[in-house]
T-cell receptor
Framework: KAGVTQTPRYLIKTRGQQVTLSCSPI?????VSWYQQTPGQGLQFLFE???????NKGNFPGRFSGRQFSNSRSEMNVSTLELGDSALYLC??????????????FGNGTRLTVT | GDSVTQMEGPVTLSEEAFLTINCTYT??????LFWYVQYPGEGLQLLLK?????DKGSNKGFEATYRKETTSFHLEKGSVQVSDSAVYFC??????????FGSGTQLTVLP
């Protein structure tokens, strides 16, 4: 099976712009999560989608949003970019089982730099 | 909410040395526990997991035992290799079934 694919791999944007990141999960995985990774804050949970519905949301401002399509692919959008949004954004997919927590499978991330 | 406290790094060891990275957690319900590893320029990869008390997860020579009484999930390896150099993350999945990660421990193994 192909792994989780994230595009683009690198992005450079200017303050005030908006950006959309894309994620294709492993085939058959219907849950997609997004994380922000920075040297100072570590890995912070953004949100998780399952069957096109947001299941969980982390403590990020409303400028951060996401969606999931019927084929389980997901996009994340950040509007009005700030310098502090520079980070590695990681997407992960998993199967959601009823009784056991299945592990997350991560993509290689999108490195966003805001100047 | 759930939280993970992980041994601060960086950790530098010589090849064939014994490795321990400490991890303790707080979580509601009956959490599952995970160790992930991140190599430079890559995303995180699952290293091992344990889903109930006293379970031992193991993979590639790494081991960790789910200790409910001490709320710990310490990572160990008997003999590290240069190729083990990476950042290691402990994670917990609690009642919200959302993964919460520790701050990560940078491991460098010298030949």
């Amino acid at each position: 099976k192909a792994g989780v694919t994230q595009t683009p791999r690198y992005l450079i944007k200017t303050r005030g712009q908006q950006v959309t990141l894309s994620c294709s999960p492993i085939s058959g995985h219907r849950s997609v999560s997004w994380y922000q990774q920075t040297p100072g804050q570590g890995l912070q949970f953004l949100f998780e989608y399952f069957s096109e519905t947001q299941r969980n949301k982390g403590n990020f401002p409303g400028r951060f949003s996401g969606r999931q399509f019927s084929n389980s692919r997901s996009e994340m959008n950040v509007s009005t970019l700030e310098l502090g949004d520079s980070a590695l954004y990681l997407c992960a997919s998993r199967e959601l089982l009823k009784t056991v927590d299945s592990p997350l499978h991560f993509g290689n991330g999108t490195r966003l730099t805001v100047t | 909410g759930d939280s993970v406290t992980q041994m601060e790094g960086p950790v530098t060891l010589s090849e064939e040395a014994f490795l321990t990275i400490n991890c303790t957690y707080t979580a509601t319900g009956y959490p599952s526990l995970f160790w992930y590893v991140q190599y430079p320029g890559e995303g995180l990869q699952l290293l091992l997991k344990a889903t109930k008390a006293d379970d031992k997860g193991s993979n590639k020579g790494f081991e960790a035992t789910y200790r409910k009484e001490t709320t710990s999930f310490h990572l160990e390896k008997g003999s590290v290799q240069v190729s083990d150099s990476a950042v290691y993350f402990c994670a917990v999945s609690g009642s919200a079934r959302q993964l919460t990660f520790g701050s990560g421990t940078q491991l460098t193994v010298l030949p």
